[in-house]
Each structure stands twice: as C-alpha cells, then as structure tokens.
C-alpha cells in the first residue's frame, strides 16, 4: 500500500511515469511485469526497513497494527465516495441528462423513486433470504430478512423525503434531462445503498457462508474501479499528484489498505472482541458505506454547477 501511495505521489514526473507504462515495452511478457518493477521494488526497500527497524519493538508493532485497522473506517467512507461520484459523473455524462426541453417536476419523480426503494429492498431481501442460502444449502431466517426489508426501506424512504426539495424543485428551468439525472442517480444509489445494507445484514446478523468472499472480491473490484473513474475524470481539487496518470496507482493503494485493514482489524480480538470477526469487520465496513451513500444522496442529485452558471 505505501508502496503505491509513494508512486501516487510522484508518479506525475515523467522519469517516474515511464516505467509505470506497458506502452514502453515490447513484447507480452515485459508489457505484462514491467510496470510491476518499481511498485515491487519499493515495496522491498520499505519491508526491508520495517523488518530492521521497527519490526523487534512489540509496542510500535501494536500500535501500527492499530493505526492500520483504525483506517478501515476511511476506507470504508471512500468506498462510498468513490461509488456516488462515479454514478453521477457517469449519469451526468449520457445523453438522456443532456436534453434541455423543459420538464416541470411532478410528484412521481418522487414516488417512482420510493417505489424503486421497495422494489429493490424486496428483491434484494428474497435474493438474499431464500434464494442464495437454498443454492448453498443454509439455514435461511426469513423473520430477520422482514426486518431487514423494513429496516432498510424506512431508511431510504426517510432519506429520499430529506432529498425531496432535490427531486421535486420549485425551479421553472428544469428541464427533461435533469428529471432523467435524477431518476438514474437516484435508483442507482438505491440499489446500492439495498445491497449494502443487506450484506451487512447478514454478515451481523447471521453466520458467515462460502458466497461472502466472492461477494467481497466484486464489491472491491466495482469500488477500485469506481475510484479510478472518480479521480481520473472528476478531479477538480488542487491536488496536482491525482491526476488520470496517478489514478490506478492510487486505486491500488486503496484495494492494498481495504484489506490489509480488515486483516488487522480482525485479528485484534483482544481489544476488539465485537469485531474481530472477519464476518462481523465486513458488516461494519458495510453499514459505513451504505451511510455514506445515504447522507450523499442529496448532493449525488443536485444540478451540476456549471449548469447553474450557464442559467446565470
């Protein structure tokens, strides 16, 4: 992770950013380790440090252990960052939110969204309730997965009647393609935020099953890909070393940090007993991002800035 996060750093530089291009080697197999030299290479000379230095010291041993698991919490904030600004940059890029006829907003673009949230809580809910546990021979709770379908669906209900002025604005310039940015944001991040909720659902709730680190495995790949499309196509900070040549480098270091989190968090048992499950830690870190995606909602939604510029 320090390894991809050093290159992150540097990797504007053009002495850096060739040897992490495929395009400057020949043949397959060089294309292929190539750019996997100087992130296998750093990351050598830092274990190497760490194990002489740091490594016999038991007390700083703990407390790296601590500071690593304690950016689980980060990790899984960004995660929800990366999927919301993704979803709205994607959405704000197609065609359909480009139209300008004007299109005054009616009280179903707020009903079509509340009913998508129960659409996709139930599906999600007998998705995960009877079909997934029957195909993999478990015990299925069909009480705890009402719970979760009404749970989750006065969650996102409440959060879609706080995002109401955002969905059904008294503005006279609203036009087709905000209805539809709206309407694709919105059931975008509902689905979401559905299927985080019900992962951490039954990783609290019930017992871990053989379909969780396939589950996971997806959830990171979306989510680093996600990242890479946010920083690379949307970054309007000052932040001069993200940029679309430091974008996979830093997706990598988040993907590197997710699980190495995880990792240490769980296995803190002593002074984390709550979570030193690994089933448990995921569910955490589900709940987190589902959070995020909840209070995100109404910003993922707005009218884009410059828009409001050009009406000005």
Known sequence: MISYIFLGI????????????????????????GPLILPLLLMSIISTIILLTIAGDKNIRDLWAVSLASLFVLWSIGQGLALKTSIRDLVLRSKSS??????????????????????FTAIIGVFRGIIVTNFIGTDSDL?????????CFSLIAIFLQIAKDGIVPLDTSWTKGDRNRVHRTGQLLILLIAWHLSSAWSRLFENGNSAMLFEEIILVIITVVSAVWAMSNRNRSSINFISKDTAILWAIAFGFGYAG????????????????????????????????????????????????????
């Open 261 to 312: 989190s995880i990792t240490v968090m769980s296995g803190l048992t002593e002074s984390l007993p709550i979570l030193g499950d690994v089933s448990q830690t995921l569910g955490v870190g589900h709940v987190l991002t589902a959070i995020t995606l909840l209070m995100g909602f109404k910003g993922s939604i707005s009218r884009p800035i410059e828009f409001n510029s050009e009406e000005e």
């Open 143 to 151: 009480v705890s997965w009402m719970i979760y379908y009404i749970v």
């Open 98 to 119: 480009k139209k300008s006829e004007i299109k005054t907003p009616t009280s179903w673009d707020f009903q079509r969204l509340i009913l998508g949230a129960f659409i």
């Open 10 to 33: 540097i990797g504007n530089k053009s002495s850096i950013n060739k040897w992490l291009l495929a395009d400057r080697y020949s043949s397959f197999l060089t294309r292929l380790l």
